[in-house]
């Protein structure tokens, strides 16, 4: 049999995988899973560590990394027999995993490696990746017997079909409102948008153009078109989306409240005082009480920037847009006028200087000068001809291997993303495994006979990315629960990327990373300047509106009578956070997936929280030099090379020998 999916060993023989592979050797992996699992929790296999994972974690592992090596090439190779093919199997892998997560035999036998004669002589990592476990198997109901299990289980499923509903009213209500207008009063806004809603009246035998609720129509036609009366009517409409206010048969009130008390409820079955004391418990930020805390105190010291810009939106909007009572229908419109007005230069201009090889050559050699590696191009079978693959060492020791997938075309998906290939992992079978990443970017390709042009944006994802993958790479531990990203908290995940997001903003390195495509020379220091005052415009409305959000979810899942009252609750944050005109009609929680139905609930503050956590470490490297070797040292040490086997706190007091502080962001930010 010679299905590459099955080939144990080595990288994964990328350009081998055919659709016709997978379901058989899903076959295969799924039932040799299947088989370890029935193995691991019998007799056989001794309370302790290294039996446990010689038997479930090798199986495991396996079939992980051919399903990763398949949904991989379904996101960056898709044809439709892939696909196909993929979406057969996606079932059958979820419903092994989910059945893995809550088999009670597998919690037993891992409480008992947790409690065995063997477990104090753990090492630390070892103890964490038990502990985790053992964490997520409780939090998934384990430890409930009769009614409240079957009560649980009840409520998860019921909130899974509510969170569906949720977010079907919103996706309805934004699809379903319509409005067709003369082109005339389409005045200021982009061709491109004028057009296609032009193109989309047409298409239906009409005059003029067809507006919609829908991010490509709706936030151009907020920003730039001059008709103030169109740009209310379609306000009204976006903010009262699946709204009690909207069409009744989409109003998103009586789903969310019931969301809301099923997730007390759940939190109650579990012991835990809240859903938002829930939430915390695998986070990093220990309790509800100090992420408010955490949100307030960003709030207080934003405040007074946030009324500087608007009181600046204002005079600029009386004096120059003849917008006396500005009104919250004007706010994005008022600032990309003042935004232009201040700071225009176009990214066409900036991307003539940031060609694709100058770049990531700079960028590697940073990597090399602050992380003490050396990156050189390796081999490895892969899916399209522009996929590079690099190798990482330290002193002749191999330490990780990625692949570079830079380039939009067809079949890949948007946006920008690291994957893990395989962890790290002194295996109990082999020796040790090193970690191999995917670094996926949809850069605008390279036309015939020059380089690629890069805007800032994409140097900043790159930058992104890159820091998720050294994360992932330059770990040291040896255990495959705890190394690279693995276990690492929710909330501090996002430190390594966008700590490296920085270098994109340091005119040190602007300056030697930047070459223009035509004459070779930097990118101009006075437009560098102007890039940076525009990446802080309005930084202080910018963080009262995330501050605000985050105080909601987190007051929603924390306080009883939340559910009741969710309308009297957002107006209540509004009120104490914000600065903005606002509508009384806006119901912007009806239609607030990220919270009612993504992974975002009681846990929206997590983005302000890890922007403070990779300001706050980048400010180490602003004191000493920001390609200072020591700092570079003790950051990899502290932060990148244990990851998920010590708390992200410990990761944090270690490198900084102190708790995280918000001043290096404001600072940052022009807040300072
Ligand atoms: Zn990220």
Redesign the pocket.
């Known amino acids: 049999m010679n299905n590459p999916l099955l080939d144990p060993a080595g990288l994964p023989r990328f350009s081998e995988i055919r659709p016709e592979h997978v379901g058989p050797a899903l076959d295969t992996l799924l039932g040799e899973a299947r088989a370890a699992l029935e193995r691991a929790v019998g007799p056989e296999v001794p309370p302790d560590y290294d039996a446990l994972s010689a038997v479930l974690d090798v199986a495991t592992e396996r079939l992980g990394r051919a399903w990763g090596a398949v949904s991989h090439l379904e996101h960056v190779a898709d044809t439709p027999e892939l696909r196909a093919a993929y979406n057969a199997n996606l079932p059958r892998v979820t419903e092994f995993y989910t059945a893995l997560g809550a088999d009670e035999r597998l919690y037993a036998k891992i409480k008992a490696v947790a409690t065995g004669p063997g477990a104090a002589a753990l090492a630390p990592p070892r103890q964490r990746a038990l502990a985790n476990a053992l964490r997520d198997f409780v939090l998934g109901g384990a430890e409930l017997q009769g009614q409240a299990k079957a009560r649980f289980q009840q409520i998860q499923q019921r909130c899974a079909d509510l969170a569906q509903t949720y977010s079907e009213h919103v996706l309805d209500a934004t699809d379903r409102w319509l409005l067709y207008v003369d082109e005339a009063r389409l005045a200021g806004v982009p061709d491109d948008v004028r057009e296609a809603a032009c193109a989309a009246a047409a298409a239906e035998g009409r005059e003029g153009a067809r507006l919609t609720l829908r991010a490509p129509c709706y936030q151009p036609l907020m920003q730039y078109a001059h008709d103030r009366v169109l740009r209310e009517q379609l306000h009204r409409a976006y903010a009262t989306r699946a709204s009690d206010l909207g069409e009744p048969a989409l109003d998103n009130s009586a789903p969310m409240r019931e969301l809301l008390e099923l997730r007390a409820e759940q939190a109650r079955l579990l012991g835990q005082a809240s859903y938002a004391h829930l939430s915390l418990v695998p986070k990093m930020a220990d309790s509800p009480a100090q992420v408010l805390g955490f949100l307030r105190d960003l709030a207080r010291r934003a405040r007074p920037h946030a009324e500087r810009d608007l009181a600046e939106l204002r005079d600029y909007a009386a004096a120059e847009l003849g917008i006396a009572d500005l009104q919250p229908w004007d706010l994005a419109y008022a600032s990309e006028r003042l935004k232009q007005a201040r700071y225009s230069f176009s990214d066409q201009e900036v991307r003539q200087y940031l060609t694709e090889p100058r770049v990531l050559e700079g960028l590697l050699r940073i990597v090399e000068t602050v992380f003490e590696v050396a990156i050189r191009p390796d081999h490895a079978p892969t899916w399209h001809p522009d996929v590079r693959f690099y190798r990482i060492e330290r002193g002749g020791e191999l330490l990780a291997q990625f692949y570079l997938d830079p380039y939009a075309r067809a079949g890949k998906r948007a946006g920008a993303w690291m994957d893990d290939v395989r962890g790290r992992w002194r295996r109990p079978d082999a020796g040790l495994q090193t970690p191999v990443a995917h670094l996926v970017c949809n850069f605008t390709p390279p036309v015939a006979g020059r380089p690629a042009l890069l805007t800032h944006d994409d140097l900043i994802t790159l930058l ?2 890159f820091g ?1 993958g050294l994360h992932h790479m330059l770990t040291r531990v040896d255990d495959l629960g705890v190394a690279g990203i693995a276990g690492v908290e929710w909330d501090a995940v ?1 430190l390594p ?1 966008q700590f490296m997001e920085n270098y994109g903003w340091e005119w040190d390195v602007i300056r030697r990373l930047s070459a223009h495509a035509d004459s070779g020379q930097p990118l101009p220091r006075a437009l560098f300047d102007k890039m940076l005052a525009a990446k802080n415009f309005q930084s202080g409305l910018q963080m009262l509106r995330q501050v605000e959000f985050a105080l909601f979810d987190m007051r929603l899942h924390l306080e009883p009578d939340a559910p009741a009252r969710i309308t009297a609750l957002a107006d209540e944050v509004r009120d104490e956070v914000s600065v903005v005109p606002r509508a009384p009609y806006n119901r912007y929680p009806h239609a607030f997936s990220h919270i009612f139905a993504g992974g975002y609930s009681a846990g929206y503050y997590s983005y302000k929280w890890a922007e403070v956590l990779s300001a706050d470490a980048w400010a180490a490297f602003e004191e000493a030099g920001v390609f200072d070797p020591d700092t570079g040292r003790r950051y990899r040490r502290e932060i990148l090379e244990t990851g998920g086997s010590r708390p992200a706190i410990d990761n944090f007091r270690a490198f900084r020998g102190r708790e995280p502080a918000v001043d290096a962001l404001l600072r940052h930010q022009g807040m300072a």
Do not use: K, N
């Open positions: 992104h990315e998720h996002e990327s």
